[in-house]
């Protein structure tokens, strides 16, 4: 069984920041890859970004220069700085790992954190 919690969402104005964290708890072998997904309100889950275990990122246009993603992997912490945040960036945020136990590989999802823009 694998667990991803989330944390670090909350209410922040326009301009301002913000840092989640997602943590992988269970019966890890590895991690491929861990990254952020996200949903507006009436609005289907989008990509945000991806990290993969060697470093390597990438991010949806919409957040690129913005927002950056990092990783602990001895903490099995993914990481997303969000900066320069606007009122569109408002949704809940989904942590998504790709991990691997002793039994298979499969794809793993937080419980998701709210993140709130004010204009």
């Known amino acids: 069984q694998v667990q991803l919690v989330e944390s670090g969402g909350g209410l922040v104005q326009a301009g301002g920041s913000l840092r989640l964290s997602c943590t992988a708890s269970?019966?890890?072998?590895?991690?491929?890859?861990m990254g952020w997904f996200r949903q507006a309100p009436g609005k289907q889950r989008e990509y945000v970004t991806t990290i993969t275990s060697t470093g390597s990122t990438n991010y949806a246009n919409s957040v690129k220069g913005r927002f950056t993603i990092s990783r602990d992997n001895a903490k099995n912490t993914v990481y997303l700085q969000m900066n320069s945040l606007k009122p569109e960036d408002t949704a809940v945020y989904y942590c998504?790992?790709?991990?691997?136990?002793?039994?298979?590989?499969?794809?793993?999802w937080g419980q998701g954190t709210q993140v709130t823009v004010s204009s």
């Open positions: 998504n790992a790709g991990v691997v136990t002793t039994y298979k590989a499969f794809d793993s």
């Open positions: 269970g019966s890890i072998v590895s991690i491929n890859y």
